[in-house]
């Protein structure tokens, strides 16, 4: 009875895998539609990337079929947001190929070494950290929610997915038999993911990144116009 239901949960732990996967479609279609890279959390996706990586690497090598699997369209999709990304930047033109050809060169080439050459348990341990940086990088979009008092900086779809995510295998890793592997990164995830929630709905936006540029536009004229002023009195100080 157990077996049966760690296989029905084990769909759902898939379900919610594939889910955080797609989650990042909607900061691409923005990024589409702005041509501005300030939304796209980078850190979260190009750790994301390496996570996934590594976990199929280490997948292969156990010859365990769905840690690879469901580990493989997440790569392809962080992939592809960091190339999206990568041909949004604002680089010279030899600059912005020479990186969209080395990110996937990169992959193939810790792909050949690790799978060929590491030990599986040194590349789980590794999967492992990875996936514990991939759940703490969102910190970083905490912190300027925080200081702009604005949540725009946090995508909340992908928060959910996150927090769906890592509830999800967090009491997956418990009802293991307390595999640490699972609950340690995931453990960790669930509550950045809870704070990243709280920060956005107390920090809820009023106004859209566009408006919070002009503010800063004419805040910084502002300043402008008043070291000109206090240049000019000065000036008239001095002539006196």
């Not at 990110?103 to 348990?121: E, G, H, M, R, T």
């Not at 000109?228 to 000065?234: C, K, S, T």
């Amino acid at each position: 009875m157990a077996a049966i239901f760690l296989d029905y949960y084990g769909v759902l732990v898939y379900v919610a895998t594939l889910l955080l996967w797609i989650a990042p479609i909607k900061s691409m279609v923005n990024l589409y539609k702005s041509n501005d890279v300030w939304q796209v959390p980078y850190n979260f996706y190009m750790l994301s990337m390496i996570n996934c990586l590594f976990w199929i690497i280490y997948g292969l090598q156990i010859n365990i079929w769905p840690i690879w699997a469901v580990n493989i369209p997440g790569f392809l999709s962080f992939f592809c947001c960091m190339e999206l990304y990568l041909f949004f930047h604002k680089m010279k033109r030899y600059e912005l190929v020479f990186m969209i050809i080395a990110l996937p060169l990169k992959a193939c080439f810790i792909f050949f070494i690790f799978y060929n050459y590491v030990d599986s348990n040194i590349n789980g341990y590794i999967a492992m950290i990875a996936n514990i940086f991939m759940y703490t990088a969102p910190v970083e979009s905490i912190y300027h929610v925080v200081v702009a008092k604005n949540n725009i900086y946090i995508e909340l779809w992908l928060a959910l997915a996150v927090f769906l995510n890592t509830s999800v295998y967090f009491i997956y890793g418990l009802l293991l038999k307390d595999n640490w592997d699972i609950i340690i990164p995931n453990g960790i995830g669930f509550f950045v993911s809870i704070a990243q929630l709280i920060v956005w709905y107390k920090y809820r936006a009023t106004t859209d990144y566009e408006t919070i540029q002009k503010t800063d536009s004419v805040d910084s004229v502002e300043v402008v116009e008043r070291e000109n002023e206090l240049n000019d009195l000065n000036e008239i100080n001095t002539s006196i």
